[in-house]
């Protein structure tokens, strides 16, 4: 393959601003990397949705990008939109693109106890993507699922300084350890690149006896992976955000996305 121009960015994508968590990490490996960071507000939240309409909207919206920015590869930093889209997102564009799976294999090499949580969204968690992985990777443990879209607003409002209500954490801890067997989850997956957002929270409401985990960081070293050898500009150059246009929920503050190295906000 033709090596890229350094200026090429990485396009990240996202319903709203949980694909931060994987963006942080992977500028952390790759500094200098120009970064798009597109946000589909106009169609959060996902978890929401059907399949059918994630399956026409993801990859007709990532066409549209991919042409306006020219990406050598898109990630798909969306939990939901990588299980019921990553194969239609590839049947559809010709570059690289990086979905994001719940982290379910680490997770069964970690449990102790032989059970684990995946929070997720509602959309996510009903995947037959995830029966798969679990029977893949989990064969013998208990996966428990729960879809919370509480901790999607309140990962949300927590980036924008506002206020989280600690009752949205706590039930979405309760829609694990509720059901039968899961008082000895050990191991929660954060099967939504939003939950991030909330760790401490969600650690704090599981205790110190339940480790939670994320596959932002395996997804940065695969960016990184993929990329090798690519020529890269030799400064970091200031980021950009893209948000699809929503009369109700305007683009956050500069200020809540300069520490991932944006410096301006684009609405399409
Ligand atoms: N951040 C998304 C995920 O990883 C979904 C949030 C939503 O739009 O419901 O699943």
């Known amino acids: ?79 939901t939109a990588s299980t019921i889209a990553l194969a239609h997102v590839r049947a559809a564009l010709d570059l690289p693109i990086v979905g994001t799976v719940p982290a379910i294999k680490p997770a069964a090499k970690l449990t102790k106890s032989g059970v684990i949580g995946v929070l997720g969204t509602e959309a996510t968690v009903r995947q037959p993507y995830v029966d798969d992985l679990s029977a893949r990777f989990a064969d013998g443990k208990t996966v428990l699922r729960h879809g919370s879209p509480g901790l999607v607003t309140g990962a949300e409002a927590k980036l924008r300084g506002e206020p989280v209500d600690p009752a949205v954490i706590a039930r979405a801890i309760a829609g694990l350890r509720d059901q039968p067997g899961g008082d000895a989850i050990d191991v929660i997956v954060l099967a939504c690149t939003h939950f991030p957002l909330l760790a401490d929270e969600l650690q704090t409401a599981a205790g110190p006896g339940v480790k939670l985990i994320d596959g932002a960081d395996g997804i940065a070293r695969r960016i990184a992976d993929l990329t090798k050898g690519q020529p890269w500009p030799a400064v970091a150059t200031p980021g950009l955000a893209v948000f699809t246009r929503s009369a109700e929920r305007p683009p956050p503050p500069l200020a809540t996305l300069a520490p991932y190295g944006i410096d301006r906000i684009e609405t399409i």
Not at 54 to 66: E, I, K, T
């Open 1 to 79: 393959m033709q090596s890229p121009a350094p200026d090429a960015p990485i396009l990240f994508f996202d319903s709203g601003l949980g694909g931060l968590t994987v963006l942080g990490p992977t500028r952390a490996l790759l500094p200098t990397a120009p970064i798009v960071y597109a946000a589909d507000y106009a169609g959060l939240p996902y978890g929401q949705k059907s399949e059918d309409e994630l399956a026409a909207r993801v990859p007709a919206l990532l066409g549209r990008l991919v042409e306006r920015y020219q990406p050598r590869l898109a990630v798909i930093a969306c939990n």
